[in-house]
């Protein structure tokens, strides 16, 4: 799969929902009550972080979950790109990008969102074929008026920004036209998951899936 493609596929997956929820699973049981919660509140695409062990059975669980799409973050190694296919995953996201972890995504033909957060990276991305790029860390490379500024010369690429952005300043960067979606933690908080409050997650989702976009 092409990054062209790949950027086609990812651009998709970020049109579902304004938001699409960073998650940080540390119990294999929290995954499938956790997706169901975050579909119901109308965020269908879902970043399963790899930093825990369960990670991956996470995504093989999540997956099942009618009308979840479900993808891996972040994807360090050829070797998470493959576990993540292997698992379910439907796209990658990663905060930077590598030559081999491009490879990677164009063998196993996972749609990947690499990150990028200056000029140069993006152009660098847009000149393989990545029109749509994840913008990290999205509050502290600049923010909102930063992708605002960077989007000037390069209209032509898209932005799912994540690292630090709330719902109160969502809506900055969702008034950018250069913006698909961002990605956030804070509708799965830590201590809903480990309480089992799904409809404490379910109600946060559904204030960000009606964020509006530009
Ligand atoms: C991450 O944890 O990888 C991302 O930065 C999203 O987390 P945040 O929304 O808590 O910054």
């Known amino acids: 799969m092409t990054p062209a493609e790949q950027s086609l596929k990812a651009a998709e997956i970020c049109r579902l929902a304004p938001v699409v929820p960073v998650l940080v ?8 009550p956790l997706a169901r919660a975050l579909v119901a509140g109308g965020l269908p695409a879902l970043e399963v972080t790899l930093r825990t062990a369960c990670a991956l059975d996470a995504i093989r669980a999540m997956s099942e979950v009618p009308g ?15 576990a993540a296919k292997a698992a379910g995953a439907k796209f990658g996201v990663s905060a930077g990008a ?11 033909g996972l749609p990947l969102l690499p990150g990028a957060a200056t000029a140069s990276e993006i152009m660098a991305l847009f000149e393989k074929g990545y029109t749509v790029q994840k913008f990290f860390p999205a509050e502290q490379a600049g923010g909102a008026a930063y992708l605002k500024s960077i989007g000037a010369p390069l209209p032509q690429v898209m932005f799912c920004p994540t690292g630090g952005i709330s719902l109160k300043i969502a809506p900055d960067y969702l008034a950018l036209k250069t913006i698909l ?23 946060l989702a559904l204030e960000a899936s009606r964020l509006k976009r530009a």
């Open 181 to 203: 979606c961002v990605g956030g933690s804070w509708v799965a908080p830590s201590d809903a998951l480990a309480n089992g409050e799904w409809a404490t997650v379910t109600a």
């Open 98 to 108: 590598t030559d081999r972890i491009i490879a990677a995504c164009e063998d196993e």
């Open 25 to 32: 699973i540390n119990d294999l049981a929290h995954a499938a």
């Open 68 to 82: 979840g799409v479900v993808g891996a973050g972040t994807l360090l190694t050829a070797a998470d790109v493959k």
